[in-house]
């Protein structure tokens, strides 16, 4: 109930304070002539996504999750949890996770929407291989660990892509904003914490040998890593935009 609360006053503050005027391109290219001809039309931007609207979406899925395991669900939620199982924590984040991923593509630079869409699936993939992760390893006396090394693998495609982009504009000369460096340093090592996590919790040592300590953890990471994009996000490119 706190952890979704926080969530859900974040996304109305966010709205009020930033309302609907910065925003962030979305566009595509096309081809104007034969393959390989190097002939290219546009870019012709889809849409001018709000930025405040995209930071308030990530937060009002976790809210709805959050509040939904605490109240109508409940039931199914302690049922599952000391199982080492939740299986609505995945599909909150593998849509809230990937918006937020593909948010800081954009404020990397990305505008492609193909770019962003590939960005899109590939990390909300990687957030469903934990979702297999649980299931195929409930009851289990030896730990299956291909799903969560298929899952690293898929999660760091994203950071790969953002990295080249960053790393193309200081190449050239184009420094990017201070603050999308830090959002991209912060949130790199608190996504990696949720892979930590769940690394120790099939380690099985000390507290993380509790599903309920696993969860508590995931509870306040999810907290942690929304709230720390949400006001990077609002200070450096809305407050300031």
Known sequence: MIVGGLHGAQAV???ALAG?????PIDMTYMTGPPGSGDR???????ALPIGLAVAIFLL???FDHLSMATWARGWYERTVPRGVNPARWWEYSISASLMVALIAMLSGVTDAVALVAIFGVNASMILFGLVMERANVGRETVDWKPFIYGCIAGAIPWIAISMQIGVAYAEGSNPPAFVVAIFVSLFLLFNSFAVNMWLSYRGRGR??????VERVY????LVAKSVLAWQVYAGAIAGS
């Open 13 to 15: 503050a966010i709205l």
């Open 61 to 63: 899925l976790a809210a």
């Open 208 to 213: 993380w040998s509790n599903p309920l300590h």
């Open 41 to 47: 039309g546009g870019p012709v931007e889809l849409l």
């Open 219 to 222: 509870l306040i990471l999810s």
């Open 20 to 24: 609907f005027g910065a925003t962030l």
